[in-house]
């Protein structure tokens, strides 16, 4: 196809035609840009599948054909069109179809393949027997539900007749035996009456069992004590439990401590609990993981006094009552016993089978002989030593309870646990009176009271010390907030200067911080 034509005239000469520029001239055409092509539509009725191999389809297929799996079964997408070639995914692992098989016909080809060793075929359309081609022809194919039961023998038949016989009549009701009666052959032996002495040698060795196991107990819980003075009393008649002269009633000036005056040793394991004698602090009692309670003297030699054994577990706490001549032990062999400070006897022992964690004597002298013990369990059980009977029970923490403290003149108390809560209950009574629990609120394991009586301050185990006021109405004190120290994951316990003026903690990493309260 020719697009230019060059031309030049006849009567023109050499350099004119040089210096004339050639014309350009541009030829119309057409372009076809979708051509026909000829379609034999009987031949191409035949295609259904299109061939993968070739980059061009030379006819117009239907989108149904188009969609046509290349190979295999029919796919449930098939009707959908713009559905992916193949099985369309309905889960998320694949295609799942639903099908219906019984419990029933499940629970029948299981047993009969356990029992027999063959079942029907899942994966076959016909009905086919696979498994223990002996027992198939053995059983005929039949299932647990359809196998023909052994024929019963004459024999066997007459033992069942003469069974049933020897059950008796169900009429009988004194006398039927029922599945319980002995075969026709059996013999029925009948034993003797026992005789007089016979019985009375039974009671004999029931009642030295009885003794035997007593004894054990009391020989494993014996309680005793050892005094390690000379003379228990002076010349005046006066024990340990008399305070120096001079000494008066919470009359000492308190300073934070410069340096270590005296170090009390005795003790095989780590002590877990140190309590001051009430009001003068001349004595000092200490709980060990040694299983024993030791009584130091703090200002005169400062020696050993008493050592209290009794039980058979690690003392986890202890407290005096209101003058300082009891004091309670609380112990891992889930046992809370009494104690007479100045003789060392024991004066009663509690247990409700349950590991105490804390305990607090009722500090009011009409009441001291009630006891407030955290458990294990959950629960805050009120004993009454005299009974020796729990009086009351506090249930509401879901958790082990770590500490009791008295609140607002003895009149209340507050019991935390590791459900991270603290509770508010009036004494006697089982129902909170204020629940103390926040979101960002951390699980206390040790709490004590200013010496006035209108603060309580709890260990936090976010490494904080959160105080709280006691009267009128207990809430949080946010703006007396004490941090600095390292309690997280540790029960370090904590305390007030007799003044008042002095908070202070021990520390995970060995120290003890003082705050100015």
């Known amino acids: 196809m020719d697009a230019?034509?060059?031309?030049?005239?006849?009567?023109?000469?050499?350099?004119?035609?040089?210096?004339?520029?050639?014309?350009?001239?541009f030829k119309k055409m057409a372009v076809n840009v979708a051509p026909l092509v000829p379609i034999d539509l009987k031949s191409s009725q035949n295609f259904t599948h299109a061939v993968t191999k070739t980059k061009e389809v030379h006819y117009n297929p239907t989108a149904a054909a188009m969609w046509t799996p290349i190979a295999g079964p029919h796919h449930p997408g098939k009707d959908k069109l713009g559905q992916e070639q193949g099985v369309a995914n309905n889960c998320v692992t694949g295609f799942f179809e639903k099908t219906h098989y019984d419990q029933m016909s499940f629970e029948e080809q299981y047993h009969t393949f356990q029992r027999y060793g063959y079942s029907q075929d899942p994966s076959s359309l016909q009905p086919?027997?696979?498994?223990?081609?002996?027992?198939?022809d053995k059983f005929k194919g039949n299932t647990v539900l359809s196998v023909v039961p052994a024929p019963v023998s004459e024999e066997q038949k007459q033992l069942r007749k003469k069974r049933k016989e020897v059950s008796g009549d169900v009429e009988d009701i004194d006398n039927y035996m029922g599945p319980w009666a002995t075969y026709y052959y059996a013999e029925k032996e009948e034993m003797p009456e026992a005789t007089e002495e016979q019985k009375a040698n039974a009671e004999k060795l029931a009642e030295s069992k009885k003794k035997k196991k007593r004894e054990e107990e009391v020989d494993d819980m014996e309680e005793t004590s050892e005094f390690h003075g000379k003379e228990l009393y002076d010349y005046q008649g006066r024990s340990y439990l008399h305070p120096p002269s001079g000494l008066k009633p919470n009359d000492?000036?308190?300073?934070?401590?410069?340096?270590?005056?005296?170090?009390?040793?005795?003790?095989?394991k780590g002590v877990s609990a140190i309590r001051f004698f009430p009001q003068f602090g001349h004595l000092l009692l200490s709980a060990s993981m040694d299983s024993t309670v030791k009584?130091?003297?703090?200002?005169?030699q400062r020696k050993c006094l008493r050592t209290f054994y009794g039980h058979t577990e690690a003392v986890r706490d202890i407290d005096f009552n209101y003058d300082g001549t009891r004091f309670v032990s609380i112990s891992y062999d889930r046992y809370v016993k009494l104690w007479d400070t100045e003789t060392g006897q024991m004066i009663s022992r509690h247990t409700s089978k349950k590991i105490p964690f804390c305990g607090k004597l009722h500090p009011e002298p009409d009441k001291s002989h009630e006891i407030l013990v955290g458990q294990s369990d959950k629960l805050v059980v009120q004993w009454d030593t005299r009974a020796d009977e729990i009086v009351q029970k506090y249930d509401e923490h879901l958790g082990p309870v770590n500490t009791v403290t008295f609140l607002d003149n003895n009149s209340k108390f507050v019991s935390t646990s590791d459900d991270k809560k603290a509770f508010v209950w009036e004494y006697g009574i089982p129902v909170v009176s204020k629940h103390?629990?926040?979101?960002?609120?951390?699980?206390?394991p040790y709490v004590a009271t200013t010496p006035n009586g209108k603060h309580w301050a709890g260990q936090s185990q976010d490494n904080t010390i959160q105080v709280y006021g006691a009267v009128p109405g207990v809430k949080l004190?946010?703006?007396k907030r004490f941090i600095g120290h390292l309690t997280a994951g540790y029960a370090c316990q904590l305390g007030f200067s007799p003044d008042g003026k002095i908070l202070y903690s021990g520390d995970a990493q060995g120290r003890v911080f003082f705050w100015d309260w």
């Open 4 to 25: 230019l034509n060059y031309s030049s005239g006849d009567d023109t000469s050499g350099d004119e035609q040089a210096n004339k520029k050639p014309k350009v001239g």
């Open 128 to 136: 086919r027997l696979i498994g223990n081609q002996d027992n198939i």
């Open 252 to 268: 000492q000036k308190n300073f934070i401590p410069k340096k270590l005056l005296h170090t009390w040793s005795g003790h095989t």
């Open 295 to 300: 009584l130091w003297d703090v200002y005169n």
């Open 436 to 444: 103390i629990a926040e979101p960002d609120m951390h699980s206390m």
């Open 477 to 479: 004190l946010t703006r």
